[in-house]
């Protein structure tokens, strides 16, 4: 199991997670956040930090935002394990899914 970043991170992206995690498993997309599925240790430690509520444990994923697992997953088909967020740096893109939605209203 893996923890899920869903649809309160598009066009946030606070990064408050990423100064929890103590594996360095979430990476930056272009529009949000991406959790490694095989890189994470099941911690938790990220979902407290994050300020919008994004971050769910697998199971626990609202139904309303279960494409986010597969979005999650999906982020490293090309990108792979590279073991680490920090020596990856930012990414120039996002899983297609979340590329295509419109601009999310920053309330």
Same mark, same amino acid.
């Given at each position: ?6 649809? #309160?991170?598009?066009? $946030?992206?606070?990064?408050? %997670?990423?100064?929890? =995690? @103590? +594996?360095?498993? /979430? ?9 490694? #599925?095989?890189?994470? $240790?099941?911690?938790?430690? %990220?979902?407290?930090? =994050? @300020? +919008?509520?994004? /971050? ?52």
């Amino acid at each position: 199991m893996t923890y899920v970043i869903a649809q #309160p991170c598009v066009d $946030v992206m606070d990064r408050g %997670c990423v100064e929890e =995690c @103590p +594996v360095d498993c /979430i990476y930056e997309g272009k529009r949000m956040l991406y959790i490694h #599925p095989d890189e994470c $240790v099941d911690c938790g430690a %990220c979902e407290p930090a =994050c @300020p +919008v509520e994004a /971050i769910f444990y697998e199971d626990d994923t609202p139904d309303e935002w279960s494409e986010y697992y597969d979005a999650n997953v999906g982020f490293f088909d090309d990108l792979g394990s590279p073991g680490g967020a920090a020596k990856t740096g930012p990414q120039d893109f996002d899983h297609p899914f979340v590329a295509a939605l419109p601009p999310q209203n920053q309330d």
